[in-house]
């Protein structure tokens, strides 16, 4: 049966369809007959339900017609203000941060998910999972992590473990990851820069140098396991693998330590609303669990042809159907 979906975006001017994971679900739940709106994140709103106005949470939808054009790859069919009720289900895609903003998005769902709207993933379980935060609950697969905003303590754990990665609790795409050596002469500013003067809390990890093979990316769908992941590898003279400064992103398929560690948290996360998750592996220890928009599904597919957009949109034709 045809679904009406909506995606809570960016802009959709912002989006660069060529390598975009939102766009390709949108593409795979239209080839899946299935009509496609977008809804601008910043439109979401909310108003008291009066007479002749069943009132709640609302936004902005723009129906779409998709096209296999990357720098041509819409057209509007049609723009209203909607309540989100009009839905068979919501799709949160906005990136972070997470912001003041981000969080207001995620009350209004939950508003709407209480007069009945289906919302992936779940609005509680991306609060309740910060993407750095969340991997302490699974600490037997991580490496030696430090999360503190005393400067002292974090000076400590680099003179401990003598080549660290510092790191923001609110980032993506790499920003403002830094690798600090106990000797690094640059070490002291850093701490300093990163933690506003001991004002912000940051995450200091061992630096594995495993990072040379690539950073995966681990795919989560409904509790089940991609077969493919992607390994973020770093341009010469980078840490960082991040595909957004200048990462090269090659599939491979999993390893017994990559499907151990990802095989435990995937019924866990599912269980908790998060439909989609992206886990990120450095070696054989997880760095990150990503809910709020993970990525890597075009690449995957343009390498081993395993189409994770349209594992995904089933997955949520089978939760609409459950329902």
């Known amino acids: 049966m045809p679904l009406k979906l909506a995606f809570v975006l960016d802009p959709l001017d912002a989006l660069k369809a060529w390598k975009d994971t939102s766009v390709a679900m949108m593409r795979a739940a239209e080839n899946q007959g299935h009509a496609v709106f977008a809804i601008d994140a910043a439109t979401l709103g909310w108003r ?24 041509d790859w819409f057209r509007e069919l049609g ?3 909607r309540p989100l009720t009009d839905f ?8 972070p941060p997470f912001d003041f903003e981000y969080l207001t998005a995620t009350w209004l769902l939950e508003r709407a998910e209480a007069d009945g709207v289906r919302v992936f993933n779940r609005p509680r379980a991306l609060r309740d999972h910060s993407e750095k935060l969340a991997i302490t ?7 030696e992590t430090l999360v503190a905003r005393d400067m002292a303590q974090l000076q400590q754990f680099i003179d401990t473990q003598r080549d660290i990665i510092l790191k923001p ?4 795409g790499g920003s403002q990851i830094f690798r600090v050596h106990r000797n690094d002469p640059n070490r002291n500013v850093i701490v ?21 093979q690539g950073d ?14 992607l390994a973020r590898i770093p341009k010469a003279g980078e840490t960082r693998g991040n595909l957004a400064v200048g990462g090269t992103g090659v599939a491979q398929e999993l390893t017994p330590r990559d499907r151990e560690i990802a095989e435990t948290l995937a019924p866990i996360l599912f269980a908790r609303g998060l439909l989609l998750v992206g886990i990120d592996v450095i070696g054989n220890h997880l760095t990150e669990i990503n809910v709020t928009s993970p990525t890597c599904m075009v690449e995957i597919r343009q390498q081993t042809g395993f189409d994770a957009a349209a594992l995904f949109i089933t997955a949520i034709e089978d939760a609409c159907g459950a329902c």
């Not at 068979?88 to 990136?95: G, S």
């Not at 609950?137 to 490496?143: A, G, I, K, L, R």
């Not at 995966?216 to 992941?229: D, E, N, S, W």
């Open 216 to 229: 995966k990316r681990i795919l989560l769908i409904a509790g089940q396991v991609v077969p493919y992941c």
């Open 48 to 71: 008291r339900p009066q007479a002749e106005d069943a009132g709640g949470v609302f936004g902005e939808a723009v129906q779409l017609a998709l096209r296999p054009d990357d720098h």
């Open 79 to 81: 723009c209203e203000v």
């Open 192 to 212: 300093e820069t990163l933690t506003h003067e001991g004002e912000r809390t940051v995450m200091a990890q061992r630096y594995l140098p495993e990072i040379t």
């Open 169 to 172: 609790l609110d980032g993506m």
């Open 88 to 95: 068979d289900a919501v799709i949160m895609r906005k990136d």
């Open 137 to 143: 609950e699974f600490n037997q697969f991580t490496p």
